[in-house]
């Protein structure tokens, strides 16, 4: 007896033995090793419970092989109950159910006379004929293991679907009765295949009751018979997406089923990785795009469990889409409520963040080589898009091009014969994905999420800008740069790619001329020099910037040096700085009658009635376009319909609300009037407006406006077209003179390309918001001064006790603007060097490098007296 009792024990033993050194390498497809190794080093703290489950079946097995499922005629042939079965023992039995696990082999329903044994864990098997899913059918699943307490067969049916491409696609499809031509050419399908009896019975099904899964899916994408999906609006994609949002909300709950996603999406990503890559399969299947939907679904995609192995994998996989696929899956998400693209949006973020802050990226191991991190990027600029899309666009609004080009530079032949024809020639580039889907970012009023929230800090910090734009310029397919997606880079990381832009572009044009010079035999000047009085500015530029724009344009690319006649100062960029200053305050003069300046706003508008000619107009626009190329900050103040123009946006009624407020209130509560227009208000089709001079003026909107009576049915037309003569019609001839000459300086840079209207203001006029604490904490110090100086504790003190008056012309005197620089005062970079001992001597400034020479002064209050003296007469290079 105690023979027999150590033999099974020795036998229980070794089978239990061999599970456990067997079973972590032979986790089935949808529970890879790799995937499942990945679990329990993210999650050590929760035990696997696929392993109980895969234990449970390969018990079965064991069973089945030694013990049978009672049924005298089964005809299973790993049943020992089976006529032509062949006893095992128990060690046997034990090696071949692992065989038949991994395999997932037939298990037997158990027989009428074996219920209750250890075979009959659940009503059914493991559901192995179930290959996708519908909303039904896992409620179903999870009621029958909910009763038994045993989830395992669910989560096999998770893992086989959901790591099958195919499986995927075909789930959760939106129900739809199919037509008898679709039953009679999914049947001939059929037949092709050898499944008549199989898929002929689903058909029938799903002809008799709508909720049918498999049949209506696929006939969603056969009887569209058009694969441009490009054409296809967002709601032709055929997953039921609350379908699939409520079947997440009732298993993400369960932390072992939760498991199953995670380890299906590990196996599904490279298969789909493959067939999008090498087999094409979109191009036949539209519904492919379904896998990409029900995954995205997930709400727990963001978590750790996910951001180490499956989520990188399925962002690769999904930024192989192709282009048509990109813009329906923009389309689709464009209708989704702002909640759900935040949760899109912090999903392929939280991977952007986890991988940068992970790794040590420099200049050696550059970010762009992360494959993560890009597919991420890529996948995220969907969600940029489908934000677009789905918040207020304007898309019908759009400025006329000039109607004469740019004139072309002479240069252009000998660039050509020198084989350095220009770059971007046709202008800067468009992104592919934007032409696809007829938007632009400009076109955005308001998105569903704000711009600011697709910005990545940690990216920023870690990304080499001038490597980076080295792969935006040269456009291969195996570096990305993500000036390709400006949308998450910050306004300081995208104004240094533009920064190398200009400055490549002054050196190109600098050794064209060279070039030139030596073919042409004469010395050219490699610099746009300008030589200008005081007292003339306006004019002396004028003059020689228009013979610039009408002889060689491409003059306008080179490095601005500014000289002032009668005075001694070598421009390092601090003439520069205070020529563009000099010119803005001279050309926005209200004396001058160029622009008309609004007291309530503080802001300056074209004048409709300005005798000056387009030259004028030109130039104020070449003027902000050498701002930007040449990196000087104007103190201009435009309202921003201005931008939003020169990006090539018409103005509309919205946006008289920051240009023209009390036209703007006044024209909302006439579209608001609940009582009759025509007889309350008494207005008709002409306006009328003043000059700078109180004159009166009289325009018709409509041909014989003054006879034509603003009504409650009119008063829609009446608005928008009072809008479009304000803003577009009145100043057409000034602004477009003012546009053109901001592009012959601009018309060739990824200005566009990068920033937003309100991006550009920031450019050309700087930060309104000077935090001089900011400016302390990154200033450094020269000549034998330290942050520990006596002198300095007592001049940041003196500086912070200024008021914002004084604090404005410290920082004109320093830097030669009053503006802060894009990113604030802490990107300044400025520099107080000593000066020598305390003496009577004012401190001085090199504007061009932002540096103070600062003597040192032997009181607090000697230092206050001579620094303000020093920025209250700051102008000009004279000479004792």
Not at 348 to 370: A, M
Not at 552 to 577: I, M, R, W
Not at 633 to 662: C, E, Q, W
Not at 850 to 860: A, H, Q, S
Request: hydrophobic share 35%; aromatic share 10%.
């Amino acid at each position: 007896m105690s023979t027999v009792i150590l033999s099974k024990c020795h036998h229980l033993c070794t089978f239990i033995l061999i599970i456990f050194l067997w079973l972590p390498h032979t986790i089935p497809p949808a529970w890879s090793a790799t995937a499942a190794g990945t679990q329990w080093m993210l999650s050590p703290q929760v035990p696997n419970e696929n392993e109980s489950a895969a234990k449970h079946l390969i018990e079965r097995y064991y069973h089945q092989l030694t013990e049978g499922c009672g049924n005298d005629s089964c005809s299973n042939a790993w049943c020992s109950s089976s006529r032509g079965s062949h006893r095992l023992d128990n060690n046997a039995a034990a090696v071949k159910a692992l065989e038949l696990y991994k395999i997932n082999a037939k298990l037997c329903d158990p027989h009428p006379s074996k219920k209750g044994t250890t075979m009959n864990h659940c009503v059914r098997d493991d559901f192995k004929d179930v290959n996708y899913l519908t909303e039904e059918k896992v409620y179903e699943i999870l009621h029958i293991c909910g009763e038994k307490e045993d989830y395992s067969p669910l989560i096999r049916v998770i893992g086989r679907v959901f790591s099958s491409a195919e499986g995927l696609v075909q789930s959760f499809r939106r129900s739809k009765p199919p037509t008898k031509e679709e039953l009679k050419s999914l049947q001939s399908k059929d037949e092709d295949k050898d499944e008549d009896e199989e898929e002929a019975a689903a058909c029938s099904a799903a002809a008799m009751e709508e909720d049918s899964p498999g049949s209506s899916s696929r006939l969603d994408g056969a009887a569209s018979g058009d694969n441009d999906v490009g054409k296809l609006g967002p709601d032709e994609v055929s997953v039921d997406i609350d379908a699939v949002r409520r079947v997440y909300q009732r298993l993400l709950s369960n932390g072992n089923i939760e498991t199953a996603f995670l380890n299906a999406l590990v196996y599904l990503s490279p298969n789909v990785e493959c067939d999008l890559t090498y087999h094409n399969v979109y191009s036949r299947d539209p519904n492919y795009l379904n896998l990409f939907v029900v995954v995205m679904e997930n709400s727990n995609l963001h978590s750790p469990d996910y951001l180490e192995i499956a989520l990188p994998q399925f962002c690769r996989a999904m930024s192989k889409l192709p282009l048509p696929a990109l813009a329906k899956l923009a389309r689709l998400w464009s209708h989704y409520s702002a909640e759900q693209i935040h949760r899109i949006m912090e999903t392929f973020q939280q991977l952007i963040t986890y991988k940068v802050v992970s790794n040590e990226f420099n200049s050696r191991n550059l970010v762009n080589d992360d494959d993560a991190v890009v597919a991420a990027t890529k996948c995220l600029k969907i969600v940029y898009y489908a934000n677009v899309m789905g918040g207020e666009v304007d898309t019908e609004h759009n400025e006329e091009e000039d109607e004469e080009p740019i004139p072309e530079s002479s240069e252009l032949t000998l660039q050509e014969l020198l084989g350095e024809e220009r770059r971007n020639k046709k202008g800067p580039r468009v992104d592919p994905l934007e032409t696809e889907l007829t938007i632009r970012t400009s076109d955005s009023r308001r998105p569903l999420i704000p711009f600011e929230e697709f910005v990545n800090e940690p990216l920023n910090e870690v990304l080499e800008m001038d490597k980076d734009y080295t792969f935006f310029k040269v456009e291969t397919e195996n570096k990305f740069s993500f000036m390709t997606c400006p949308f998450i880079l910050n306004a300081v990381t995208k104004n240094l790619g533009l920064y190398y832009d200009n400055r490549i572009r002054m050196y190109s044009e600098r050794r064209i001329t060279v070039l030139y010079s030596l073919v042409q035999g004469q010395q050219l000047n490699p610099y746009l020099r300008l030589k200008v009085r005081r007292d003339h500015i306006i004019d002396d530029a004028l003059v020689r910037l228009e013979m610039i724009a009408m002889e060689n344009p491409a003059d306008l690319k080179k490095q601005l040096y500014v000289e002032f006649e009668g005075e001694q100062g070598v421009d390092e960029g601090g003439v520069s700085k205070e020529f563009f200053q000099l010119v803005v305050e001279e050309i926005f003069n209200p004396d001058i009658g160029m622009f008309a300046y609004d007291e309530r706003t503080k802001m300056f508008w074209f004048n409709p009635s300005s005798f000056e000619n387009e030259g004028q107009f030109t130039l104020i626009g070449i003027v902000l376009g050498l701002a930007i190329y040449n990196n000087c900050i104007l103190d201009v103040h435009f309202p921003m319909v201005v931008y939003r123009k020169l990006m090539g946006k018409k103005g509309t009624f919205r946006d008289l609300a920051d240009s023209n407020p009390v036209l703007y209130q006044s024209l909302k509560e006439l579209s608001e009037y609940e009582g009759s227009v025509e007889e309350d208000m008494m207005i008709t089709f002409q306006i009328s407006q003043t000059d700078l001079f109180g004159n009166p003026l009289m325009y018709d909107l409509r041909e014989n406006g003054d006879q034509i009576p603003v009504t409650n049915e009119n008063r829609k037309e009446f608005v928008a077209q009072y809008a479009e003569y304000m803003l577009n019609k009145s100043v057409e001839k000034q602004f477009k003179a003012f546009r053109r000459g901001f592009h012959m300086v601009t018309n060739e840079s990824p200005l566009k390309y990068l920033f937003r209207p309100e991006e550009i203001e920031l450019l050309i006029c700087g930060s309104r918001n000077l935090d001089f604490q900011a400016l302390e904490e990154t200033t450094e110090y020269d000549g034998g001064y330290s942050r520990d100086s006596r002198i300095i504790k007592e001049f940041w003190e003196t500086l912070h006790s200024f008021a914002e008056e004084q604090k404005r012309l410290f920082l004109q005197f320093t830097t030669g603007t009053d503006r802060a620089p894009v990113g604030g005062l802490g990107k300044l970079k400025m520099i107080i060097a000593k000066n020598g001992p305390d003496t009577d001597r004012l401190p001085t400034s090199h504007t061009c490098f932002n540096v103070l020479l600062l003597p040192e002064y032997d009181t607090k209050e000697k230092l206050r007296e001579r620094l303000l003296k020093a920025i209250l007469y700051a102008k000009g290079f004279g000479m004792l």
